[in-house]
């Protein structure tokens, strides 16, 4: 089993910026990719960004390319996901998740973003 812990969500002008973070925990050696994916009213949850832990091997929805960044700092067992440049549209909850080499996929609680304009 892996437990995540999302944090650093919350309210910001359009144009500014935020950073998550994601803390893994338990079986953390079974983690193969690790992502953050988002989900607005009204909308299908959708990917945003992904880590492969292997490698650093990084991947980006069209809509956030050149503004997010995925980073990982394993020794924490945490990921980041810095937002610059963030736009009304990038209001959604945020999850992370963890994908293992068992092909077994875990998820947070999920952490507010709201951006105002």
């Known amino acids: 089993q892996v437990q995540l812990v999302e944090s650093g969500g919350g309210l910001v002008q359009a144009g500014g910026s935020l950073r998550l973070s994601c803390a893994a925990s338990?079986?953390?050696?079974?983690?193969?990719?690790m992502g953050w994916y988002r989900q607005a009213p009204g909308k299908q949850r959708e990917l945003v960004a992904t880590i492969i832990n292997d490698g650093g091997s990084t991947n980006y929805a069209d809509s956030v390319k050149g503004r997010f960044t995925i980073s990982r700092d394993n020794a924490k067992s945490t990921v980041y996901l810095q937002m610059n440049s963030l736009k009304p549209e990038d209001t959604a909850v945020y999850y992370c998740n963890a994908q293992s080499v068992y092909m077994r996929s875990y998820w947070g609680e999920g952490t507010l973003v709201t951006v105002s304009s």
């Open positions: 338990g079986n953390i050696f079974s983690i193969r990719r």
